[in-house]
C-alpha cells in the first residue's frame, strides 16, 4: 500500500537550488515548472524591481519562486553572485547575445567556480546561428519556426497563434534539458551548457506539419481547421451553436480512420439516413465534400448549446469540445480543484486566478504560491545559504549591492 503523502513529503527536486536570472516569459516558464517540482528558485531581481515586474502576465510565470535583489553591475553584487553559484546547482537566464559574456558569467567562468553547475540559456536563435545577434519575441519565433505559414485561412495572411508557443514551448523543452542533464551529472559528477533557441523550439512542435511536405513534396499550405488534403479528415471544424455568442462554438472532430465514428455521429444527430450515401462513403470523399458536411453539422449544432452538443456527442465517443473562453476557464470548479488554474492572492491585484501546473505526481504535490515581492527574501538566502549575519548584510544593503 501506497504511504499517504503529506506537505512534509519531499517533492520531486526538494535539495536542488537554481537561480534564476530569467524575465519576460521563456526563462521564467522553465523556472517556474522546475519549481512547481520542488526546486528552490531564486530570482534574482535588480534593487528595484526588473521592468518584467511591470507587465501584467509576471504573475503567471514567477509562482513559486524566492526573491532576491542584487545589483550584477556592483563588485560586492557580483562576489555574492559568485558565493551563491558556488552553492547552486542550476544558473537560467534568457539575457540577450553577449550580457553573460560581460558580466562574466558566461559557462566557461561558473564552471571554474562550480564544476557542477549547470547553465541554462534561452535566446532567439541559436548561439552558431547567422541571426545570433538579431532580437526575437515570441511572434518573431512563429513565423521563423514554421507555425505561422501554416495557420490561417488559405486566402488570408499568415496568422500567430493566440498563445506564445515560441516562449512556453522553449521553456518546456529546456526544462526537459535541464532534468535530463541533472541526472546526467550523477554519472558524470559535472555539469553542462544547456542552449534552446525559441526558433527550434517552435520547429520541434511544428513537426507534424512537415508530414503535407513529405507525402506531395511541396510546402505546406494554410488551410484553416479543414486539415491537409494528404491527411483528409471531414468532420472537423468549429460550429456554431446557439445562441450564437462570440464563443459558443464546438470542435467536431472525426477521425480519418474511424469509419465507426463518422456512423455513431449520423445516429448521433439523426441522420442515420446518410449511412450510405455516395458522397459520404470515405474520409477521403467526405473530404472532398466538406462543404456539404460542414452545413450538416452546423444545422445540427445551431439547435444546441455548445455543451449541449459536448454531452450529446461525448457520451457516444465522438471526437467533440466546447470552444471555452478564458473567463470560462477562470470559473471552472473542477480546473480549479485539479490545479490546471490556480488561485492565488497577487500583492495589488487580490485573488487571481491563471493557469496552474498540468503534471500530476502523486509523491510530489504542488502548492501554488503567488510571486514574492521584489527582494522578499534577500535577507533570508543571504542568511541560510550564504551564513551571512546581519552586519554583513547590513553593509550589502548601504553599498546598493542588495
Keep these: 500500500m501506497e504511504e499517504p503523502v503529506t506537505r512534509t513529503t519531499p517533492l520531486a527536486l526538494d535539495g536542488l537550488t537554481i537561480i534564476d536570472l530569467s524575465h ?14 520542488g526546486a528552490d528558485v531564486i530570482k534574482i531581481e535588480r534593487p528595484g524591481g526588473p521592468p518584467d515586474r511591470l507587465i501584467p502576465s509576471f504573475p503567471t510565470v514567477n509562482m513559486n519562486k524566492r526573491s532576491m535583489t542584487l545589483n550584477l553591475k556592483s563588485p560586492d553584487g557580483l562576489a555574492v553572485m559568485m558565493e551563491l553559484l558556488r552553492r547552486a546547482d542550476i544558473l537560467v537566464d534568457n539575457f540577450g547575445p553577449g550580457v553573460m559574456e560581460r558580466l562574466g558569467l558566461h559557462y566557461d567562468a561558473v564552471s571554474q567556480v562550480n564544476p557542477r553547475l549547470i547553465c ?3 535566446q532567439g536563435f541559436g548561439s552558431d546561428s547567422p541571426y545570433a545577434n538579431y532580437r526575437s519575441y515570441d511572434p518573431i519565433a512563429q513565423a521563423m519556426g514554421g507555425a505561422m505559414s501554416i495557420t490561417g485561412r488559405p486566402d488570408g495572411p499568415p496568422m500567430r497563434s493566440g498563445v506564445n508557443i515560441g516562449d512556453s514551448s522553449s521553456g518546456l523543452y529546456a526544462t526537459i534539458g535541464v532534468l535530463a542533464a541533472v541526472l546526467q551529472r550523477e554519472h558524470t559528477g559535472r555539469g553542462q551548457r544547456i542552449e534552446v533557441a525559441l526558433q527550434d523550439a517552435v520547429i520541434a512542435l511544428s513537426r507534424t506539419a512537415f508530414v503535407h511536405q513529405m507525402l506531395e ?3 505546406t499550405p494554410r488551410v484553416g481547421n479543414e486539415g491537409f488534403p494528404s491527411l483528409s479528415s471531414a468532420p472537423s471544424n468549429a460550429y456554431h451553436c446557439a445562441p450564437f455568442g462570440p464563443n459558443d462554438w464546438c470542435y467536431i472532430h472525426v477521425h480519418p480512420r474511424s469509419e465507426d465514428e463518422w456512423l455513431r455521429l449520423l445516429a448521433a444527430i439523426g441522420r442515420a439516413d446518410l449511412a450510405d450515401d455516395p458522397r459520404l462513403g470515405s474520409s477521403r470523399l467526405r473530404f472532398e465534400n466538406v462543404e456539404f458536411v460542414d452545413a450538416l453539422l452546423s444545422e445540427w449544432t445551431g439547435q444546441h448549446t455548445k455543451n449541449e452538443v459536448m454531452t450529446l456527442l461525448g457520451e ?16 471552472d470548479a473542477y480546473l480549479l480543484e485539479r490545479g490546471a488554474m490556480a488561485a492565488i492572492d497577487v500583492p495589488d491585484r487580490g485573488r487571481t486566478v491563471i493557469p496552474g501546473w498540468p503534471v500530476h505526481m502523486s509523491a510530489s504535490p504542488v502548492e501554488f504560491t503567488a510571486p ?3 527582494g522578499a527574501d534577500t ?24
Excluded at 519576460?24 to 517540482?37: I, K, N
Excluded at 469540445?321 to 470559473?331: A, K, M, N
Excluded at 535577507?379 to 542588495?402: C, F, Q
Design 24 to 37: 519576460f516569459e521563456a526563462g521564467p516558464v522553465a523556472t517556474q515548472a522546475l519549481a512547481f517540482l
Design 120 to 122: 541554462l540559456q534561452i
Design 217 to 219: 513534396g511541396e510546402a
Design 316 to 331: 457516444q465517443q465522438i471526437g467533440v469540445g466546447p470552444v471555452l473562453s478564458t473567463d470560462e476557464l477562470t470559473r
Design 372 to 374: 514574492h515581492s521584489a
Design 379 to 402: 535577507t533570508d538566502v543571504l542568511r541560510d545559504l550564504l551564513g551571512y549575519d546581519d552586519d554583513r548584510i547590513a553593509g550589502l544593503r548601504a553599498s546598493g549591492a542588495v
